[in-house]
């Protein structure tokens, strides 16, 4: 498995080995090994695991989680194709504002590290898109808030040619400007310390 830091600070993108024969073919989308080489500690215990499936234009996020608790995700597309889209909303983060997105298929079977206190959003670009998520903690509603992805100061990758299909949420979500003016982000600090304890490595490392 192949390991790749991506654009925003803690965040990797994993690509996996996938072995074809003639009925069908075999993949390993989350190896530990490959993960604690790349993080520098182990996938934190798994609290929840989430499905989605999505038509094509469908734009889920940016979402992210309160901080503390904050949550960290391993994400991979387990049916279609969808680019997924990790954004430094950390105030105080070397890459603040930054994003990185990777392409999810079912050629490369690609997924994703995302850190506490990082935002997440994909846009589905084939029908019955289904993106799975394994999280370090379980859904609390109010814990949770979202920020536009069509916020113009961020530029997210989302095709002129598709017409991004929202909920209600999300097409009213604010932007990272404005949730930062109203003290609404996570702070760097507190997210790494968070992320540190997930793991179990010493704040000091």
């Known amino acids: 498995m192949q390991a790749r830091k991506l654009a925003v600070e803690g965040a990797i993108e994993f690509t996996p080995r996938v072995f074809p024969d003639d009925r069908g073919l075999f993949v390993s989308p989350f190896q530990e090994e490959a993960f604690v080489a790349a993080h520098g500690g182990p996938l934190f215990p798994v609290a929840q695991t989430n499905h989605s499936m999505s038509k094509r234009g469908v734009v889920r996020g940016i979402h992210y989680t309160v901080t503390p608790p904050g949550i960290a995700k391993y994400v991979y597309c387990a049916r279609g194709k969808a680019l997924d889209i990790v954004v430094d909303i950390r105030v105080g983060s070397p890459t603040f504002g930054k994003w990185d997105a990777v392409l999810m298929d079912q050629q490369d079977y690609r997924t994703m590290y995302f850190p506490v206190g990082v935002g997440h959003a994909f846009v589905a670009l084939e029908d019955d898109t289904v993106m799975s998520y394994m999280l370090s903690a379980g859904y609390v509603a109010q814990n949770e808030l979202a920020l536009s992805a069509l916020d113009p100061a961020l530029g997210l990758p989302i095709d002129a ?29 507190t997210s790494l310390e968070l992320e540190r304890r997930l793991s179990g490595i010493p704040l000091s490392a």
């Open 161 to 189: 040619g598709v017409e991004p299909i929202l909920s209600d949420r999300d097409g009213v979500a604010i932007t990272l400007a404005e949730a930062e003016r109203q003290g609404l982000l996570p702070d760097y600090a």
